[in-house]
Structures are given as C-alpha cells and as structure tokens.
C-alpha cells in the first residue's frame, strides 16, 4: 500500500493538470497548444534540464495515458475485492446509490451541447473552445418554467439583433455549444441553383468552343460567388426572424434577374447580368455596415469585407464600358478580388503577431476578432451544392421515346450515363466523405483552402460535363439509334455525329472533375483499417491515371458516342471497385461479414438467477423467462 498510485491534480498557479502513471512518472497536462509552449519553457526551467512528459489535454496521448491508469486502477479494484469481498460490496452499493443521484442532478441542469460528437466526425482540435449554458434549473420552480418554456410556442420576431455564431480570437475558435442546423430557405435556394445549373451547362454545350467555355466559366463563378456569400452570412450570424427572410428574398430577386440574363449576356444583356450581381452584392456591403454597428467586436473583419466589395464593384462596372480584350483583364481582376481577397485578409490577420511593434501593428488591434466557419454548416451545404449538380446530371440524361419497343442504343447510352453519375455519388459520399478522421477544414487553413477550391473546379467540370453527356446520349452516330424514335423536341436536338470540342468538354469535363475529387480526398485524414487492401495513396494514384486516361480519349475520334460512354463508364465503375475493396481489412472477409449477430436483453433478476447465468447454469434466455422474476437489476448478453 506504500507504493505510489496514479493520481491526478491541479495546481491553480500553472493552470495545468497532473496525471502520475504506475511507475510513478508525472504527466502534465497542458490545455491548448499555447499553454503548451509557455509551460514547457516554465518547466525547463524549474526542473534544470530534467526529462519531463507534456501533453496537450485531449489529443491521443492524453487519451493513452488515461486508460494506461484505469486499467491499472481496475486491477487494483479487482484485488480489493478479492481480499476484502464484504466491505468491497457494502462500498460497491454506497457508490451505485451516489451514481443513481448525480445522474439524477446532472438530468436537472442545463447543458452546452459537447464537442465530443463533433470531434468524433471532423477531427479533434485543441483551438476549439465553446462556453457551457449556465443552468437555470436549480430549483423546482425553475423546472416548472422549463415545462412552461415547452408547452408555450415562441412566435418569429420581425428582427433580432444579430449574434455572432464563432469566432476565431488569438490563435483560439469560440463557438455555440449548440449545432447549427440547415435553414429551410436555404434548402429554397437551392432550388433555383438547379435551373441556374441546367442553363449554364446547356448553354455551354450548345456550342462547345473555347469562347463557350470562356463565357460559362465566368458566368458560373459568379453565380458561385453568390451562393458562396449567403452560406457564408448564415453561417456567421443567428437571427432567425422575419428580417432575415426578407433579405433572403431580396437576394433571390437579385438571382432571378441574375438567371435571366446569363444565355445572351456575351451578346446583349452582359450589363444587365453584371447589374443584378453588383445590386446583391452592394447589398450585402450594406448589411455588413449594419451589423458592424450592431457587433463591434468584429467591425474591423465587416469593414474590411465591404472594402474588398467596392473594389471589386469598381473593376465590375469598368468592364461594361470597355471592350475585348481589355473587358477580360478587369472581369477576371474583379473574380480575383471576389474569390480571394476575403483569404488573404483572413491570412494576414492570423498572422499578425509577424507585425508586432510595428506602425502595421495598430490597425491589426482592429482585427483581433473575426467570424470563423461553422464546419457543420459548411459541409452540409456544400454536400446539398454537390448533391445538385449530381441531380442535374440525371435529369440531363432523360429523353421522351415514341418507338413501341424503346431498348435501343439511345436508352442504352442513358443507362451507362445513370451508371456513371451513381458510381461518382458514391465515390464522393460514401468513399470520400465518409470515415474521415480530420476534415479538411479543420486539418490546416491550407487544406481548407484546397478543399474549397478544389469543389470549385470539380463542380464546373462535372457541369461541363453532365451538359456534353447530354448531347451524346441523343446522338444517332453508332447502330440503332435512329432519330426518328425520339419524340419531336428531341429528335430536333440529334446529331448525326460528335464534333470534337464537344469530346473535349466531355472527357475534359469528367477526367478533371475524378482527378479534383482525388485532390479533395487528399485534403481530408481518413480513418483507415488495421491493414487496408490496398493503401489510400496506391488507390488515389490509381484514379488520377484514369483520369489522364479520360482526358485523352478526345485525341481517338474514331469513337462513338456510345463506345465513348462505355469506356469512361468502364474506367469510373474500375476506380469505385479498387476503392471499395482496398478500403476493406485483408482479415475481414469482403463478401460477407462473419460476426455473429449479439442481441442484448433487459430484465429483472433475484441475485441467485444472476449467479446461475454468471456460473453458466443459464445458458438461455428462454431458461430465465420460466423462471419466477424477483428484485435485483441484470442484463442478460444472447449471442
């Protein structure tokens, strides 16, 4: 008993825990990564060149060092109760009755949500802090007005001041305790984002021409741009009023016109397109001063957006009064300034201690708050984005048939389409997204950055793409696809034969879009089994050489449509099978699994029934339901 045990302190001095492991080695325990630092320069010299163990609380050392001590306590429990059987049960039931009312007490009070759920799905990070609600369920009156809270229904406001989600101060993200959930006008949004999809690709692959390609580039940024935005100020902001309805409804105004005008904006209406992005975005400056009155803990980042804007503005509005080829050099100024300029404020802000006890200094004191991105909200909207295009990919394959027997080449090219568009949702969901250990936007702000682009890309070429792969599926340029099967509309739409720029937006489209949703599983750290197939890096070299493989099938114009279709079809189906089989455990079984099914079953038992069952005299659940059922508590585990 004289033998030093695991213990575990603190010192309100250092602000830091102690934890003392079974050889009696001290383990301390620092509670973000800048504590750290401080308390290993404050322990090197305390100790003069000792060894001594640092960890940060809550990443995977701190983890091991805590089940290393209970299991070393649980032998220790499992001794006592050896040598001292009576009073191990006489303290045993003490301390199940003290378990029963602190689950009872704890039942009582109002608690933040953890952030244990959401370390478990996007990774851990020791910057991430959130404040607990204070309780208000102290007493039986306060319950009695959290009932009340529940019966009586709580009407939308016209307006509520707005209240900062998170926000990033000093190395550190505060953030609501509570989840941010998907508004149902978002969700409305993204209903027009469907046509504004579906006109973009079509137009494009009208006329497949680097000029086409050029005008939907630009033309899709933009709408982007202003997707991008409203995610971005309702991720920022909680207001949840009438208010914010409205200003929703002003932006899809601001859309609508936006939408109209994107098929002759190169011949006729740029102006009008450019005016309806530039009033929502001017708009938008607006609200950014307003709010900055209302939250002056982050004016200087608000400020600082709405300057970004106005330039921006600037070089939009220049570039209706000029020409080719100067127009281009301001629009894609302007697409710079929109794209990035947030970033690079971003950047330098959290890289402002490079500036200390300069003149540069005094204006950062304005920036030491600035809204963070909600990574919840964040991925289920761009999962909903993502989730779209897929869906404009099928409706883009749909045709009207008027033939009696219609299993022709044509229903056949739209079949190996629907084969393509489902195999790529379930790369990108159930592959790609799915068991990541560190998510790309919690990982690093480099990963972020790539993540975020990188959908940027893979969107626009997967739309490209989606708008060729319509055309081909309604081309009579191979056996049995003859036009006159088609209903009128779409018989007018096809074509005897396959131009080469619309293979090249087509495989172009496809190979780059497989080869960017490579580069966004690069961005994430997924969680992996004990000993994969095959590795995720082999598995990631193998998609990007079908991806160079799609790319270069323009250059064989020998090809039909539907030995086109076949062979892309055929390369994507290759990467999802290497995918799901070389994500599997070479000690698993792949076909099926050999786990025995475990059913578990709650009943009440006499403590002489639960001895039987312990001792293997009961070895079936049908044996204790014929037998009389008195007090105690058991849970009975059938295999």
């Known amino acids: 008993m004289n033998q030093k045990q695991p213990i575990v302190t603190s010192q309100a001095t250092h602000q830091e825990r102690h934890l003392r492991r079974p050889d009696g080695r001290t383990v301390h325990v620092a509670r973000s990564p800048g504590e750290a630092d401080t308390l290993r320069r404050q322990l090197s010299r305390e100790q003069q060149g000792d060894e001594f163990e640092l960890i940060i609380h809550g990443s995977p050392e701190h983890i091991d060092a805590l089940r290393e001590i209970h299991a070393h306590h649980e032998e220790r429990r499992q001794n006592l109760r050896r040598t001292h059987t009576e009073v191990y049960q006489e303290f045993e039931k003490v301390h199940a009755e003290l378990d029963i009312l602190s689950t009872e007490?704890?039942?009582?009070?109002?608690?933040?949500?953890?952030?244990?759920?959401?370390?478990?799905?996007?990774?851990?990070?020791?910057?991430?802090?959130?404040?607990?609600?204070?309780?208000?369920?102290?007493?039986?009156?306060?319950?009695?007005?959290?009932?009340?809270?529940?019966?009586?229904?709580?009407?939308?406001?016209?307006?509520?001041?707005?209240?900062?989600?998170?926000?990033?101060?000093?190395?550190?993200?505060?953030?609501?305790?509570?989840?941010?959930?998907?508004?149902?006008?978002?969700?409305?949004?993204?209903?027009?984002?469907?046509?504004?999809?579906?006109?973009?690709?079509?137009?494009?692959?009208?006329?497949?021409?680097?000029?086409?390609?050029?005008?939907?580039?630009?033309?899709?940024?933009?709408?982007?741009?202003?997707w991008s935005e409203l995610t971005l100020i309702v991720g920022w902001f909680e207001t949840d009023d009438i208010f914010q309805r409205l200003c929703v409804l002003f932006f899809l105004v601001c859309l609508t016109g936006y939408t109209t005008n994107i098929t002759t904006a190169f011949e006729s209406t740029y102006a009008e397109l450019i005016a309806f992005y530039l009033t929502q975005r001017i708009f938008q400056s607006i609200y950014f001063l307003w709010t900055a009155q209302l939250l002056p803990m982050i004016r200087g980042m608000l400020v600082g957006n709405v300057l970004l804007i106005l330039v921006a503005s600037a070089l939009w509005m220049g570039s209706i009064h000029v020409e080719e080829p100067k127009q281009l050099i301001l629009i894609w100024l302007a697409i710079f300034f929109d794209l990035f300029g947030n970033g690079f404020m971003i950047a330098l802000l959290?890289?402002?201690?490079?500036?200390?006890?300069?003149?540069?200094?005094?204006?950062?004191?304005?920036?030491?708050?600035?809204?963070?991105?909600?990574?919840?909200?964040?991925?289920?909207?761009?999962?909903?984005?993502?989730?779209?295009?897929?869906?404009?990919?099928?409706?883009?394959?749909?045709?009207?048939?008027?033939?009696?027997?219609?299993?022709?080449?044509?229903?056949?090219?739209?079949?190996?389409?629907?084969?393509?568009?489902?195999?790529?949702?379930?790369?990108?969901?159930?592959?790609?997204?799915?068991?990541?250990?560190?998510?790309?936007?919690?990982?690093?702000?480099?990963?972020?950055?790539?993540?975020?682009?990188?959908h940027l890309i893979f969107i626009m070429s997967f739309v490209l793409a989606s708008g060729a792969l319509s055309k081909l599926v309604l081309a009579h340029d191979c056996a049995n696809t003859d036009p006159a099967t088609l209903t009128d509309s779409y018989a007018q739409r096809s074509e005897p034969d396959i131009n080469i720029g619309l293979r090249w937006f087509y495989c172009g489209g496809l190979g780059i879009a497989l080869a960017c949703m490579g580069g966004i599983s690069t961005t994430h750290v997924h969680k992996l089994p004990a000993v994969a197939r095959v590795k995720k890096s082999h598995r990631l070299v193998i998609r990007f050489v079908v991806s160079i493989l799609i790319l270069l099938l323009p250059l064989i114009p020998s090809l039909s449509s539907l030995s086109l279709l076949s062979i892309t079809t055929s390369l994507i189906v290759l990467v999802l099978i290497v995918d799901l089989y070389g994500n599997t455990c070479?000690?698993?079984?792949?076909?099926?699994?050999?786990?025995?099914?475990?059913?578990?079953?709650?009943?009440?038992?006499?403590?002489?029934?639960?001895?039987?069952?312990?001792?293997?005299?009961?070895?079936?659940?049908?044996?204790?339901?014929?037998?009389?059922?008195?007090?105690g508590d058991g849970v009975v585990d059938v295999q």
């Open 105 to 226: 007490l704890s039942s009582l009070t109002d608690k933040g949500v953890a952030l244990d759920a959401n370390f478990s799905r996007y990774g851990y990070s020791a910057h991430i802090r959130t404040r607990e609600v204070e309780s208000s369920a102290t007493s039986i009156s306060s319950q009695s007005n959290q009932n009340d809270k529940i019966k009586r229904a709580e009407a939308m406001k016209f307006w509520k001041k707005p209240v900062i989600r998170q926000y990033y101060h000093k190395g550190l993200i505060w953030r609501a305790s509570e989840t941010q959930e998907v508004a149902s006008f978002e969700l409305f949004v993204d209903l027009l984002y469907v046509g504004i999809i579906a006109i973009s690709g079509d137009r494009a692959a009208e006329d497949p021409t680097g000029t086409a390609l050029l005008q939907f580039s630009i033309t899709f940024i933009l709408s982007w741009k202003l």
């Open 350 to 454: 959290r890289n402002s201690e490079h500036w200390e006890g300069t003149s540069v200094a005094n204006i950062f004191k304005h920036f030491q708050f600035f809204p963070a991105v909600n990574i919840e909200h964040k991925t289920e909207r761009t999962n909903a984005f993502v989730t779209i295009v897929f869906g404009y990919s099928v409706v883009a394959l749909l045709y009207q048939n008027q033939a009696p027997y219609g299993i022709n080449a044509f229903f056949g090219k739209a079949i190996l389409g629907l084969i393509q568009v489902f195999t790529l949702n379930m790369i990108y969901f159930d592959i790609d997204s799915h068991n990541i250990s560190t998510h790309a936007i919690r990982r690093h702000s480099v990963s972020y950055t790539s993540w975020l682009w990188l």
């Open 586 to 631: 070479i000690y698993e079984h792949f076909w099926f699994t050999d786990r025995k099914c475990r059913y578990l079953a709650e009943c009440t038992l006499r403590k002489a029934d639960m001895e039987a069952v312990e001792n293997g005299q009961i070895t079936g659940l049908d044996e204790l339901v014929k037998r009389d059922v008195g007090g």
